[in-house]
């Protein structure tokens, strides 16, 4: 854990990070410079190793080719003798060795003619052993003696000059080896080719001793133009192996020589002189380069092999030149430079690591003192009124800054959430006494509700029974009504009775007694309205009653009741003057007989009166009317009342059935202010871990 602590620290990975860029930077720069490096030293070596292989074949070229000069100079001399009339073989053998005493750099020198070509006298040396072979053509060998001196050797092996006897009664039938391929190649390649030739490397017997050369041979062609013969010069392959086989480029390299044919002339193992390329040698693939003179290169077994074409004479032919050099010598340069740069760049690294981690240690500072009051923030007893020194205004500097301002900003957050969690605390605790006000007055409530809507059942029973009576009021007044319209009916025919009696004065005392007996009746009749108005009076102060019962929605009708009760007494005041006029009337009719002299003006006196009884009889009609119209608005009302009073009682009932709702609901209230109050003291707990 303390590891990955300081592996998380910010010096840490930027100094891990920088130092990973850094050391990718140089590992990249170093690598380009090796690489670049290793290319200029691989082009600079490849170009030096051309060079030695081109050089190094120039020089092999330039001595073959002077020594291929001297075959030339003795053809040139031989057809000159020939030309001139002196074609003298011992002149020809004397030029011969001449010229070997003249050139060092061959072992030999010879020439070899057709049949006749050289002076037409081969019969006269057929047998002439072992000079000449059986065919007696003109040949000398000219070769060095221990003295190094030129003398005169045998052209052909010693194997083969003994057959020479079994040619001796016959030398016609002498069929020599050099005119077949293989030993006799030295002269039979140049002959086929009719062209000079420079033979691939051979092993031949010269001083009795076995010698590795390569013949360099001039072609001789008489007058006509026809091949007549061969002048060469055995190159001893042994002075190229000395003076080029010990070469050592390089210190560790080599160099080497093959002839067209694939044949080793030069090679550091001089076991493999005159041996052909093994064909599992990296060279064997690029012979044919060698024998079209193209140069190559090719890497094998540690070294790179750069060869050069050696053109030879006129030959056509072309060997070529190599130079083997090491890789390692080639990149050597390379190498140094690449462990200079690698030296150099690991003490840069060492260097600006040093320098990168102290100026990080300096720089991560003011972040390592903003990381501390961080953690003190994070464990929960961080101080917010520490502030972080602000040395300079760099990015760091600005964080710091902004981190002060944001502790500054948290600390007045801090203090106001101190301040609101003790007012919420406040606030819950009263609203927890709130709750419990609210949860018992929803208790009493509910059964308020319960006892009111007992109460509203009962006031439905008697809103029942007041509309009950209420229809049965609403009969009577009808029928009221229709007593009210006789009433008038019956005045009205009194008072046009008294109109005719005031008329007829004279009949007044025959029909004294009828209006004595209509008298009588019309006292029936008044008792009749009295009992009407007794009883209008009664249903008045009943329905009063019932008003009163009802309390505010019963006002209207004990409103009504009041009009009607006051109707009803004026109707029996109504009725008590009839009555007295009706007595009086009587009175006068049992006194009409003594006052018939007073009969007129009490007439005119029963007249008005008659008419006030008319008009009051119309005013009862009218207020039995009204009576009737209020009776019928009061059953109406009774019957809405009751259907009201049932509406009332049910929503009573949802009123119950919510108080118990609403006491639950505060309860679950209650809860949560429980809850708020210990989430207050929590913050109030946890504010206070902070230094404010």
């Known amino acids: 854990m303390a590891g990955n602590r300081k592996w998380g620290r910010l010096s840490t ?38 060079t030695l292989a081109e050089g190094y074949g120039q020089q092999a070229a330039a001595e073959i080719n002077r020594a291929m000069e001297l075959p030339r100079h003795l053809a040139q001399a031989l057809v000159g003798l020939k030309a001139a009339g002196s074609a003298d073989r011992r002149l020809a053998d004397a030029l011969t060795l001449e010229l070997l005493d003249k ?38 060998y000219a070769t060095r003696n221990a003295a190094g001196r030129a003398s005169a050797d045998v052209m052909m092996s010693q194997d083969r000059v003994a057959q020479f006897e079994k040619y001796r009664a016959n030398p016609e039938a002498y069929v020599p080896d050099y005119e077949k391929p293989g030993w006799g190649d030295f002269y039979h390649v140049p002959k086929q080719r009719n062209r000079d030739t420079i033979t691939e490397p051979y092993w031949y017997e010269v001083q009795n001793g076995k010698l590795l050369e390569s013949s360099l041979a001039v072609v001789i062609r008489d007058a006509a133009g026809r091949f007549a013969g061969v002048a060469a010069a055995d190159l001893s392959l042994a ?73 030879i004479g006129d030959t056509g032919q072309f060997w070529s030149f190599g130079v083997s050099v090491p890789d390692a010598a080639i990149v050597a340069s390379a190498v140094e430079v690449r462990n200079g740069a690698i030296a150099i760049g690991a003490v840069a690294l060492i260097a600006i690591l040093a320098a990168l981690f102290a100026v990080v240690r300096v720089l991560t500072r003011p972040l390592n003192r903003l990381a501390d009051t961080m953690e003190g923030l994070a464990s929960g007893q961080g101080d917010l009124t520490a502030r972080i020194e602000v040395a300079h205004r760099d990015e760091i500097g600005r964080t710091a800054d902004a981190f002060n301002r944001f502790i500054a900003s948290l600390h007045a957050m801090f203090v106001d959430v101190r301040e609101q969690s ?39 029973v008697s809103v029942q029974h007041i509309a009950d009576t209420a229809g049965e ?4 007044a009808r029928d009221t009504g229709a007593l009210s319209d006789d009433s008038v009916r019956v005045v009205e025919r ?73 109707l009803a007494a004026r109707t029996a005041e109504a009725t008590v003057k009839i009555s007295g006029i009706v007595t009086a009337i009587g009175d006068e009719t049992r006194e009409a007989v003594r006052e018939v002299q007073r009969t007129s003006g009490l007439m005119n006196d029963s007249v008005a009166v008659a008419g006030e009884a008319n008009e009051s009889m119309r005013h009862v009609r009218e207020r039995t009317g009204e009576l009737v119209t209020r009776m019928v608005d009061i059953a109406a009302a009774t019957r809405e009342q009751s259907s009201a009073s049932a509406e009332i009682a049910q929503h009573v009932e949802r009123i119950s059935g919510m108080a118990q709702a609403n006491g639950e609901t505060v309860g679950e209230v209650a809860a949560a202010v429980a809850e708020l109050t210990a989430l207050s003291a929590r913050l109030e707990s946890l504010v206070g871990n902070f230094r404010l």
Do not use: C
Request: hydrophobic content about 45%; overall charge negative; aromatic content about 6%.
């Open 422 to 460: 003790v007012a919420v605390s406040r606030a819950a605790a009263q609203l927890a006494a709130s709750a419990d006000e609210v949860r018992a007055a929803s208790a009493r409530q509910s059964d308020a509700a319960s006892a009111t809507a007992a109460g509203v059942e009962e006031v439905t």
């Open 103 to 140: 050139a060092p750099q061959v072992v030999g020198l010879w020439t070899l003619w057709e049949p006749n070509a050289f002076d037409g006298r081969d019969d006269a040396h057929r047998l002439d052993w072992p000079k000449h072979d059986p065919t007696g053509r003109y040949n000398i």
């Open 494 to 566: 009194v008072a046009g009775d008294i109109g005719r009696v005031n008329d007829t004065m004279k009949g007044l005392a025959e029909r004294m007694n009828g209006l004595g007996q209509r008298s009588q009746e019309v006292t029936g009749i008044v008792q009749v309205i009295r009992d009407i108005a007794e009883q209008t009076n009664l249903l008045a102060l009943n329905a009063a009653i019932e008003a009163a019962r009802a309390g505010e929605s019963g006002r209207g009708f004990a409103v009504v009741a009041d009009e009607v009760r006051s």
């Open 239 to 311: 002075d190229l192996q000395k003076r080029f086989g010990a070469i050592r480029p390089y210190q560790t390299g080599h160099v080497a020589m093959v002839s067209a044919g694939g044949l080793y002339v030069v090679n550091p193992d001089a076991g493999l002189l005159g041996k052909p390329v093994a064909a599992d040698d990296a060279l064997a693939a690029h012979l044919d380069a060698v024998r079209a003179g193209k140069p190559f290169v090719f890497e094998h077994g540690g070294f790179t092999h750069f060869f050069t074409p050696i053109a």
């Open 13 to 50: 990975r930027i100094t891990v990070v920088a130092a990973g860029a850094v050391f990718v930077g140089f590992a990249a720069m170093i690598g380009l410079i090796v690489k670049m490096s290793y290319e200029a030293a691989r082009e600079a070596g490849y170009q030096k190793a051309r």
């Open 473 to 476: 009021a609403e009969a009577m």
